[in-house]
């Protein structure tokens, strides 16, 4: 059964620091890119980062770059997103997904989505 | 980056109706577009990819088309199950966009 489970999420000050994981199984994880989308509550989705395949090239959305750093270990089917300097505006739920093609250097559409994981930056 | 605009936002209909669903793009994204589904508390659903391709599972009264800037997401014949909200994503660009979602609701 395929799946992504994130955890890590939870509350802290701004300013302050997490570090989510995102732990894979039911397909080779080696061979597909994977994303960071959250949702803040009541709105929309909002696409954070994005790793290839192989880890070889990463991509974030403005807001967070400089702060925010994604990585992946395929020895161990998981990736991390690395959240330093948090704000307010980065309170959501925090989702894992996959990219729906065979070891595609450009984004596709996400076929398979974890829970989420809440993260809540508030003093 | 890409702006995609969704319309409505909010749409109320019955089962049975047959419904629509825009998506724009700011600028063409050829067909690389796909749709959500959204149910409240709960992760997206993938359901269309390349505008057009049916997601296995999903159920054929699903339908996109569209390229360029323009989409639509229909469904034939609404049922209980389908009232959620709706989303697409751009992904023709490396920073990907989504649009502002829709709701359906029932009437």
């Known amino acids: 059964q395929v799946q992504l489970e994130e955890s890590g999420g939870g509350g802290v000050q701004p300013g302050g620091s997490l570090r989510l994981s995102c732990a894979a199984s039911?397909?080779?994880?080696?061979?597909?890119?994977m994303y960071w989308v959250r949702q803040a509550p009541g709105k929309g989705l909002e696409w954070v980062s994005f790793?290839?395949?192989?880890?070889?090239?990463?991509y974030y959305r403005d807001s967070v770059k400089g702060r925010f750093s994604i990585s992946r270990d395929n020895s161990k089917n998981a990736m991390y997103l690395q959240m330093n300097s948090l704000r307010p505006e980065d309170t959501a739920v925090y989702y894992c997904?996959?990219?729906?093609?065979?070891?595609?250097?450009?984004?596709?559409?996400?076929?398979?989505w974890g829970q989420g994981t809440l993260v809540t930056v508030s003093s | 980056d890409i702006q995609m605009t969704q319309s409505p936002s909010t749409l109320s209909a019955s089962v049975g109706d047959r419904v629509i669903i825009t998506c724009r793009a700011s600028q063409s994204i050829s067909s690389s577009l796909a749709w959500y589904q959204q149910k409240p508390g709960k992760a997206p659903k993938l359901l269309i990819s390349k505008a057009s391709s049916l997601e296995t599972g999903v159920p054929s009264r699903f339908s996109g088309s569209g390229s360029g800037t323009e989409f639509t997401l229909t469904i034939g014949s609404l049922q209980p199950d389908d009232f959620a909200t709706y989303f697409c994503q751009e992904y023709n660009s490396y920073s990907p966009g989504f649009g502002q979602g829709t709701r359906l609701e029932i009437k």
């Open positions: 997904a996959k990219d729906d093609v065979y070891r595609s250097s450009w984004p596709g559409a996400l076929d398979i």
């Open positions: 039911g397909f080779t994880f080696s061979n597909y890119g």
């Open positions: 790793i290839w395949y192989d880890g070889t090239n990463k």
